[in-house]
């Protein structure tokens, strides 16, 4: 073999060799793609922090009467509005905070970041407007007051008050068709336009249904009202609302009205009964006042401030809120509806059927305006003429001020 054909042949066989090599070689291994970075956790935003309302109350948070029905409007607000908060004190009065003033608890209420305060209060007037005069930026809303409507009040405060008027005609109606003596007693707080003329509406609603339902003679119907200095016992400054109760059943009342913001009045008439006295009464201000003693309990009315709260703090929230003076009355389609009306009477259990089926029949006529009672001739207790005949009341000038008690009413007008 030559050397050339030698070469060639060699040449040609490691040329197949690598072949075969390569064909007979692993896959390279290829180079890993890095992995994604995992995106960052989003950060939700901060919480919105909550709209913080102060509610001051005059009396104990729990006391079944005037101040309980603030603190469960406060309530009311905070489940019906999300994002709310309320900061509450109870018991600002002499006797419990001595020292204590409105405008300290204000004070205190706007460090902690509250943006409107409620005063629940007549006792609070001058003072709410001290502080809303000071704190400019915070709104007020005094309860029962007037400085809105009268021009007093700076731009940020304003007024809520219910019509009780309605339901204090309610309860003297229950109590004229209970009562077996003709004798009906008034248990009063301090003596103010505002108590007059709830006094003088219970007054009205029984001597109404005294004479049209029962057929009496108006003359036969004694209503007589006492007052004990306050809305309620303060030891060594008020009378004794306990003895006042029992004096008033003593000198033959069988039943009992309450005007103050305790439940002395159906204490008392549930001792008596449980004596084997035959007595009853009614309370005042709170839905649920009747369990206390539910035996003697006529009935309740009662101010849902509820749906009113809800109003203002919205209004507040929103930026709406404007200068108020707002008296709100019943929602006649259904007094006792929680959403929607001021004011309600709950009937109670020791109401009986006639004496229950004669109120709803005056209920309805007050929501159909056939029973109007602030329609003269009316006199005051003195002879003066408060409505001539014929002559209807304007509430706003008429009612809201009431100088005295009227005539068929005993007891002090001042």
């Not at 309530?75 to 309320?86: A, D, G, I, R, S």
């Not at 007054?203 to 004479?211: H, M």
């Not at 109760?245 to 005007?259: E, H, Y």
């Not at 449980?274 to 309990?297: H, L, M, R, S, T």
């Amino acid at each position: 073999m030559s050397r050339t054909r030698w070469a060639w042949t060699c040449t040609s066989f490691i040329v197949a060799a690598l072949v075969v090599l390569s064909a007979c070689a692993p896959a390279a291994t290829p180079t890993p793609t890095p992995a994604p970075k995992p995106t960052d956790t989003p950060v939700p935003p901060p919480a919105k922090e909550p709209f913080v309302f102060g509610v001051v109350l005059v009396g104990p948070y729990n006391d079944h009467g005037w101040s309980e029905a603030h603190y469960t409007a406060g309530q009311y607000v905070e489940q019906k509005l999300p994002n709310t908060k309320m900061i509450w004190l109870d018991k600002l009065n002499p006797s419990d905070r001595k020292g204590t003033t409105l405008d300290q608890v204000v004070s205190d209420m706007i460090a902690k970041g509250a943006k409107l305060i409620f005063t629940t209060s007549d006792d609070f007037v001058q003072e709410t407007r001290l502080a809303a005069e000071k704190y400019k930026d915070t709104i007020f809303v005094n309860i029962s007051g007037d400085d809105a409507m009268t021009g007093k009040a700076p731009p940020n405060l304003g007024n809520y008050m219910g019509k009780m008027e309605y339901g204090k005609m309610i309860a003297g109606c229950a109590a004229a068709m209970t009562t077996q003596t003709g004798k009906l007693g008034y248990l009063g707080p301090l003596i103010n336009d505002e108590t007059r003329r709830l006094a003088a509406s219970a007054y009205l609603g029984a001597k109404y249904c005294w004479t049209t339902y029962r057929g009496k003679p108006a003359g036969d119907l004694k209503f007589d009202v006492k007052w004990i200095g306050f809305w309620f016992n303060i030891p060594g400054v008020t009378l004794d609302p306990t003895k006042v109760s029992n004096d008033f059943f003593a000198a033959g009342v069988d039943v009992l009205m309450s005007g103050i913001d305790t439940t002395e009045a159906l204490v008392v008439a549930g001792q008596l009964h449980d004596q084997g006295k035959q007595v009853w009464a009614i309370p005042y201000d709170f839905k649920n006042a009747c369990d206390e003693k539910p035996e003697v309990c006529l009935g309740v009315p009662y101010f849902n401030w509820g749906p009113g709260y809800v109003r203002i703090v919205k209004q507040a929230m929103e930026g709406t809120w404007k200068q108020h003076w707002t008296w709100d009355g019943p929602d006649w389609t259904d007094i006792n509806n929680p959403d929607t009306s001021a004011v309600g009477f709950v009937f109670g259990p020791a109401l009986s059927p006639e004496a229950k089926a004669a109120t709803e029949k005056f209920i309805k006529g007050l929501a159909d305006g056939s029973i109007d009672l602030f329609v003269g001739p009316l006199n005051f207790q003195d002879g003066t003429v408060y409505l001539k005949a014929g002559e209807k009341a304007v509430w706003e000038k008429n009612v809201w001020y009431f100088p005295k008690l009227l005539e068929g009413m005993t007891g002090p007008s001042e």
